[in-house]
Structure formats: structure tokens, C-alpha cells
């Protein structure tokens, strides 16, 4: 079953934009991680949160953590080309390494 | 760095063939997952070895499907026999656990299966 579910399920905006995506999830966590999948690969890992932060950057990205509506949003800053892909959030519920449960992504496309 | 290597990258195959993916994890990590993706169902969790050991097998959808990790370097998913609803993109990825949590996992290209 699906722990993840991201919003929107696609969007569009135009190349230097901002892009927000949101991931709810159902019950609690260790951790929430994002992971973008460019068409025919592997997903890369981009950003973990722990369940004990609320916030974390990593150059344009800005991930929030909000345990108590169990929900997270990734902002992506000053889009580009580049950042068109799909986008998954995935919880890991363990104590310690533990499989991932994936929403279902948000594919992104950045116009030019 | 070497990444996460699975072959082949694409399998096309007949309906009741015996399927054999492979996966070579990043060297020293310590846990190897598999994954599945389709469409309908979006990515899920079949298996995960810690060590080489099985810890949990829960999202192996039937007994048709096997995995075993013989060494810290290879492990392989098996489908026998293959059916038409097992077409889907196998992933495999590894991670350095250890005594840690909260690491990230590291994704192969994947294995695109479709079974005719």
C-alpha cells in the first residue's frame, strides 16, 4: 500500500520559477526522503529528513517536515531545464535500515 | 564510484519462462533492496537482505517470484514461471546501514521486463 501520496500528480511552470511539491503519509516515521527519477533511470537520491527536524536546505532545494499533519513539501528554487522529472517522497518506518514506501511521484516538466 | 549495476537493462521474454535479474550493490553497503515499478501500483518494496540475510520478504507478490544474495556482491531476483502481469521495471538498490539509520539508498538503472 501506498504510505506516500504526492500533490500535485503533475506540473508545469515555466524555466526560473519555483516549484512546490507536497507528500502526506499515514503513519509515523523515521524518516522521509525525496528521490527524483529522470525518464528511463534509476531514482536519485536528492534530501532525508528526520522525523525530529522540520526543515532542511540542499543548494535549490528546501524540504519541510510537519509530523503532525504528516505531510512534507519540496520546494525546488529557480528552476531549470534540468529539473524536469518525476519526483517521489518515501518514508522509512524502522528504527534502522528499512524498505521504503513510495507515493506515487509528481512529474514535473520546467518549459523553457 | 561505481554504482548500483543491474543486468540485463531490458528482458523480453515468453510467458512461462524462467526470469533471472541480477543486481551488483555499491561495495561495502551493507543492506540491497528490490523494488518493482509499475504504473498502476507505483514503486513497491519486494525484498530486502541485510548482510546477505533475508530480513523481510512480505512485498514478494507469489511464490513464483525468489531472490538470494549468495555474497555481498550479487544478488538476483528470479520469476519462474513468468507472467504477462510481471511486466514492470525491477529496481535494486543498496544502502549503507549498518549500525546507522536515516541512509539514503542507491538505485541501479533498473531491469525493464516485459513478458509476452
Known amino acids: 500500500s501506498q504510505q506516500g501520496e504526492e500533490d500535485p500528480q503533475a506540473l508545469s511552470i515555466q524555466e526560473g520559477e519555483n516549484a512546490t511539491m507536497n507528500c502526506s503519509y499515514k503513519?509515523?516515521?523515521?524518516?522521509l526522503q525525496w528521490y527524483r527519477q529522470n525518464s528511463g533511470r534509476g531514482l536519485v537520491h536528492l534530501i532525508l529528513?528526520?522525523?525530529?527536524?522540520r526543515e532542511k536546505h540542499s543548494g535549490r532545494l528546501r524540504v519541510t517536515l510537519d509530523t503532525s499533519k504528516k505531510s512534507s513539501s519540496l520546494l525546488i528554487t529557480a528552476s531549470r531545464a534540468a529539473d524536469t522529472a518525476s519526483y517521489f517522497c518515501?518514508?522509512?518506518?524502522?528504527?534502522?535500515?528499512?524498505?521504503?514506501?513510495f507515493g506515487k511521484g509528481t512529474h514535473l516538466i520546467i518549459q523553457p | 564510484d561505481a554504482g548500483v549495476i543491474q543486468s540485463p537493462r531490458h528482458e523480453v521474454t515468453e510467458m512461462g519462462q524462467e526470469v533471472t535479474l541480477r543486481c551488483k550493490p555499491i561495495?561495502?553497503?551493507?543492506?540491497l533492496f528490490w523494488y518493482r515499478q509499475t504504473m498502476m501500483r507505483g514503486l513497491e518494496l519486494l525484498i530486502y537482505?541485510?548482510?546477505?540475510?533475508?530480513?523481510?520478504d512480505s512485498g514478494m507478490p507469489e511464490d513464483r517470484f525468489s531472490a538470494k544474495m549468495p555474497n555481498a556482491s550479487f544478488s538476483t531476483l528470479k520469476i519462474q514461471p513468468s507472467e504477462p502481469r510481471d511486466s514492470a521495471v525491477y529496481f535494486c538498490?543498496?544502502?549503507?546501514?549498518?549500525?546507522?539509520?536515516?541512509?539514503?539508498?542507491?538505485f541501479g538503472d533498473g531491469t525493464r521486463l516485459s513478458i509476452l
Open positions: 538498490a543498496s544502502s549503507n546501514g549498518g549500525e546507522l539509520s536515516n541512509q539514503p539508498q542507491h
Open positions: 503513519t509515523s516515521i523515521n524518516n
Open positions: 529528513i528526520r522525523s525530529n527536524e
Open positions: 518515501a518514508t522509512e518506518t524502522g528504527g534502522g535500515a528499512d524498505g521504503l514506501t
Open positions: 561495495s561495502g553497503h551493507d543492506y
Open positions: 537482505f541485510n548482510n546477505n540475510v533475508p530480513i523481510d
